[in-house]
Structure formats: C-alpha cells, structure tokens
T-cell receptor, first 115, second 113 residues
Framework: EAQVTQNPRYLITVTGKKLTVTCSQN?????MSWYRQDPGLGLRQIYY???????DKGDVPEGYKVSRKEKRNFPLILESPSPNQTSLYFC??????????????FGPGTRLTVT | AQSVTQLDSQVPVFEEAPVELRCNYS??????LFWYVQYPNQGLQLLLK??????LVKGINGFEAEFNKSQTSFHLRKPSVHISDTAEYFC???????????FGKGTRLHILP
C-alpha cells in the first residue's frame, strides 16, 4: 500500500531533550516536506526537500533540522525542544515539487507535547 | 511572496444545503491552487487542484472550485452537503516553479442535521 508513515504518533518530552520524528514514504517520491499544525494558524511549512541531500527552509524553520540521506526518509530533528514547539506535525511527499503542481500525500501526524 | 486567506474559520450548514468555502490568494506570478480536506484525527488529502486551463475544477466527493484570476479567488463549492463532509478544509497556493507551498488557516465545515 502506498503510504507515508511517521513515528512516533504521540510523544511527550521535556524541554531541551533532543528528539527525532521519522518519516518514510514508499512511493519513490522526490519531494518531501514537514508541516506543523496549530489551532487558528493552519499548516505551516517547516522544511522541504526536492531530492537527496537537497533541503530548503519553509516558513517556520527555526528550532528544527532535517536531513535527506535516502530518498524514502526525511527525519525531523528537534535538537533542544521548547514548549512553543508543542504541535501536531505532518510529513508529506509528492512525485515532484508543488511548484510543478503535484499533489502531496500526507502522513497520519505526530502529536508532540513539550513540557 | 504568496499568501492565502480563508475568509471563514467556521461554516455551519444544514445537511443537503449548498455550501461555499472562500479562498483568496495573493501572488505576483502564476500559481497552482489546491484544496485539501482533513477529516477528524486524520492527515490531509487532496480534494482538487487548479493548474491551468478550464477555470472550473471538479474534485472528489462532489466538490468543485472556480479559479477567478481577476479576483484572485479559488472558492470551493458543493451543491448538497452530507454529514460525512464534516471536516476542516484547507486552501493552498504554490507559485509556478517555487516548491514552497502556503496553506490557509483552514475552514471548519459543520453539518447541521
């Protein structure tokens, strides 16, 4: 089944403790992206990647890191999480970039709470 | 830089009544426009998209949207809603050849019995 998977689905952590949220897709998509969803703010793009070793900042990259060492994986890293990073996170992938009109396929989401 | 405004944060509508969810965007270049739907406790999925050509775009589940370049709008419509349409709807814009995408803040559609 074609899908985007994220792990973990739920995570509660403490301020400053490094964490990684994994994202994997099995559709051989070139483009992958991370978003955060907050009430009243909709989805905001954190980082995106057009291909292996190519990443770019979205609208809210501060406090996050990403890497794209393999085409199928695009982990999101919070080196020193803070409470304002408490949010619902979505990973998405598409055949190519949204600038070419391709639709994105979204993962199920990861709910992160930082205390 | 592009931006997206969804004019209503919540829209209540009676079952079997028509609905319109409004979306306006701003951009100085040509754009691609998308509507995504998020059902409760799920990720987003594509409803429809406008790339070029006919300004009336048909999507899944009976939804359609009309691209209006002069008014920079991409409103979503359905002639008769069902309880299963209860969800949050997001409009998104991506500029041609720019792979950054901007989402609106979302519109919650409440279907009243």
């Amino acid at each position: 089944e074609a899908q985007v998977t994220q792990n973990p689905r739920y995570l509660i952590t403490v301020t400053g403790k490094k964490l990684t949220v994994t994202c994997s897709q099995n559709m051989n998509h070139e483009y992958m992206s991370w978003y955060r969803q907050d009430p009243g703010l909709g989805l905001r793009q954190i980082y995106y990647s057009m291909n292996v070793e190519v990443t770019d900042k979205g609208d809210v990259p501060e406090g996050y890191k990403v890497s794209r060492k393999e085409k199928r994986n695009f982990p999101l890293i919070l080196e020193s999480p803070s409470p304002n990073q408490t949010s619902l996170y979505f990973c998405a992938s598409s055949l190519s970039g949204t600038g070419h009109g391709y639709e994105q396929y979204f993962g199920p989401g990861t709910r992160l709470t930082v205390t | 830089a592009q931006s997206v405004t969804q004019l209503d944060s919540q829209v209540p509508v009676f079952e079997e009544a028509p609905v319109e969810l409004r979306c306006n965007y701003s951009s100085s270049v040509s754009v691609y426009l998308f509507w995504y739907v998020q059902y409760p406790n799920q990720g987003l999925q594509l409803l429809l998209k406008y790339l070029s050509g006919s300004t009336l775009v048909k999507g899944i589940n009976g939804f359609e949207a009309e691209f209006n370049k002069s008014q920079t709008s991409f409103h979503l419509r359905k002639p008769s809603v069902h309880i299963s349409d209860t969800a949050e709807y997001f409009c998104a814009v991506s500029e041609n050849r720019d792979d950054k995408i901007i989402f609106g803040k979302g519109t919650r559609l409440h279907i009243l019995p």
